[in-house]
């Protein structure tokens, strides 16, 4: 008995299975990676800008925010930021201002 149709027909099954659920689920799980990667470099580089440049200065703190992810390979442009990566910058913006009004008040 010939079991080659077998094995032949339990090979592309395997294939298709591959193909359609492990491929998408990977590539799910990279961009997941990404995100969470960006999403620690733009509260990272926040930081720093609001380190470097104090209060205020927003605009020269949006750029070199912008600058350092273009040298992570995200391309910014600062006079039209999508809005995942304007909601990212806001978003850390707010936990630095929240996390500082908790450290006065903890000091008062």
């Known amino acids: 008995m010939d079991i080659t149709p077998i094995i032949s027909a339990f090979i592309a099954i395997l294939g298709v299975l591959l193909t359609s659920l492990f491929v998408p689920w990977l590539k799910?799980?990279?961009?997941?990676?990404?995100?969470?990667?960006?999403?620690?470099?733009?509260?990272?580089?926040?930081?720093?800008a609001e380190q470097i440049y104090g209060a205020g200065k927003g605009d020269e703190k949006l750029r070199y925010v912008a600058d350092l992810l273009r040298q992570k390979g995200i391309e910014v442009d600062v006079d039209n930021l999508t809005d995942e990566v304007r909601a990212m910058i806001e978003a850390a913006v707010r936990e630095l201002g929240d996390k500082e009004i908790k450290e006065s008040d903890n000091a008062a």
């Open 28 to 48: 799910r799980k990279l961009s997941a990676e990404r995100y969470n990667q960006l999403q620690a470099w733009v509260r990272t580089f926040v930081l720093a």
